[in-house]
T-cell receptor, first 113, second 114 residues
Framework: EAQVTQNPRYLITVTGKKLTVTCSQNMNHEYMSWYRQDPGLGLRQIYYSMNVEVTDKGDVPEGYKVSRKEKRNFPLILESPSPNQTSLYFC????????????FGPGTRLTVT | AQSVTQLDSHVSVSEGTPVLLRCNYSSSYSPSLFWYVQHPNKGLQLLLKYTSAATLVKGINGFEAEFKKSETSFHLTKPSAHMSDAAEYFCVVTFTGTASKLTFGTGTRLQVTL
């Protein structure tokens, strides 16, 4: 089954404790992206990657890191989480040919206290 | 620059009546437009897409949308609402010719009452 998986689905952590949210896709997609969803703001792009070893900032990259060492994986790293990073996070992937529709993972709900 | 405006944050309809969710976009280039649906505690699912082919686009679950360039609109409609349509709907724009940047609207929550 074609899918995007994220782990963990739920995470409660404390300020400053480094964490990683994993994302994996099995569709051989070149493009992967991370979003955060906050009430009233829709989804905002954090980082994206057009292919292995190619990453770029989205609209809200501050406080986040990513890496793309393999085509299927695109982990999101919070080196020193803060409470304003409490949010619902989605990973997505797509091919780079048209029509650019993105397939979304189930989401990771992160709470930073 | 590109942007998308969903004109209603919340829409309430009765079961069996038509649904209209409004979306206007701004794009310097030919846009690709999408509608996604998010059911409670679920991820996002693609409803339909416009990518410069037919201007009236049909999607899943009886939804459709019409691309109107003169009005820069891409409104989502359904003739008859069902209780299972209650969800949040996002209008999304990107430039045709690039996969790098999707811009999401802030969402419209659809409530369906008996």
């Amino acid at each position: 089954e074609a899918q995007v998986t994220q782990n963990p689905r739920y995470l409660i952590t404390v300020t400053g404790k480094k964490l990683t949210v994993t994302c994996s896709q099995n569709m051989n997609h070149e493009y992967m992206s991370w979003y955060r969803q906050d009430p009233g703001l829709g989804l905002r792009q954090i980082y994206y990657s057009m292919n292995v070893e190619v990453t770029d900032k989205g609209d809200v990259p501050e406080g986040y890191k990513v890496s793309r060492k393999e085509k299927r994986n695109f982990p999101l790293i919070l080196e020193s989480p803060s409470p304003n990073q409490t949010s619902l996070y989605f990973c997505a992937s797509s091919s780079t040919g048209t029509p650019y529709e993105q397939y979304f993972g189930p989401g990771t709900r992160l709470t930073v206290t | 620059a590109q942007s998308v405006t969903q004109l209603d944050s919340h829409v309430s309809v009765s079961e069996g009546t038509p649904v209209l969710l409004r979306c206007n976009y701004s794009s310097s280039y030919s846009p690709s437009l999408f509608w996604y649906v998010q059911h409670p505690n679920k991820g996002l699912q693609l409803l339909l897409k416009y990518t410069s082919a037919a201007t009236l686009v049909k999607g899943i679950n009886g939804f459709e949308a019409e691309f109107k360039k003169s009005e820069t609109s891409f409104h989502l409609t359904k003739p008859s609402a069902h209780m299972s349509d209650a969800a949040e709907y996002f209008c999304v724009v990107t430039f045709t010719g690039t996969a790098s940047k999707l811009t999401f609207g802030t969402g419209t929550r659809l409530q369906v009452t008996l």
